[in-house]
Every structure is written in structure tokens, then in C-alpha cells.
Nanobody, 115 residues
């Protein structure tokens, strides 16, 4: 089992920045990929950014150039630095971790960007 706890969400004005954190606990040495997803009510959850255990990074087109994903394996923590935030970035952001045998989600953290 892996437990994920996100933090760092909040209310910010357009153009501002936030840094999300996701702390993993439990069988953290089994974790391979870690991703950030977001979801707006009534819409499907979408991938924002992902980072593999080897450090390969992918971004959604909407995140490229503004968001930076990173992970500190020693601290079992995943980060998402979000700059130049836009109102359309408003969503609940979820941390995701995958092992060879299961996938895990955090409870989510709300990000609200005001115009």
C-alpha cells in the first residue's frame, strides 16, 4: 500500500504561482511513475505532468512552459511548481503513484485562480 497526501493548493490571482507537494508513505520503494492530474467538476480527470522513476518527464500541452514537475525520492515527495497561473487552471489537483501491482491516488488539493 502507498498513501499520498497533497498540499499547497489555494486561491491565487491570475499570473501568480503555487507549489503543490505530494508526500508518499508506505511501500514507497515500490513506486515507479508519479503524476499530477487535475479535474474540473463535470469533466474527466486529465494528466497535467508525469515523472518516471528514471526522471523522464512529460507535460500536457497546457502545462508546458508554465509548470515544472519534480520528485525528491529521498523525501518521497512529488512537487508541481505552477507559474503564470490562469483561471482555466482552476481545478482539484490529484497526485498519482503507480507500482508494478497497483495505482494510488491522493485526496486532492483545490487550486483556484481568480481573474
Amino acid at each position: 500500500q502507498v498513501q499520498l497526501v497533497e498540499s499547497g493548493g489555494g486561491l491565487v490571482q491570475a499570473g501568480g504561482s503555487l507549489r503543490l507537494s505530494c508526500v508518499a508513505s508506505g511501500r514507497i520503494f515500490d513506486v515507479n511513475d508519479m503524476n499530477w492530474y487535475r479535474q474540473v467538476p463535470g469533466k474527466q480527470r486529465e494528466l497535467v505532468a508525469g515523472i518516471s522513476i528514471s526522471g523522464t518527464i512529460t507535460y500536457a500541452d497546457s502545462a508546458k512552459g508554465r509548470f515544472t514537475i519534480s520528485r525528491d525520492n529521498a523525501k518521497a515527495t512529488l512537487y508541481l511548481q505552477m507559474n503564470s497561473l490562469k483561471p482555466e487552471d482552476t481545478a482539484i489537483y490529484y497526485c498519482y503513484a503507480r507500482t508494478d501491482y497497483a495505482a494510488y491516488w491522493g485526496q486532492g488539493t483545490q487550486v483556484t485562480v481568480s481573474s
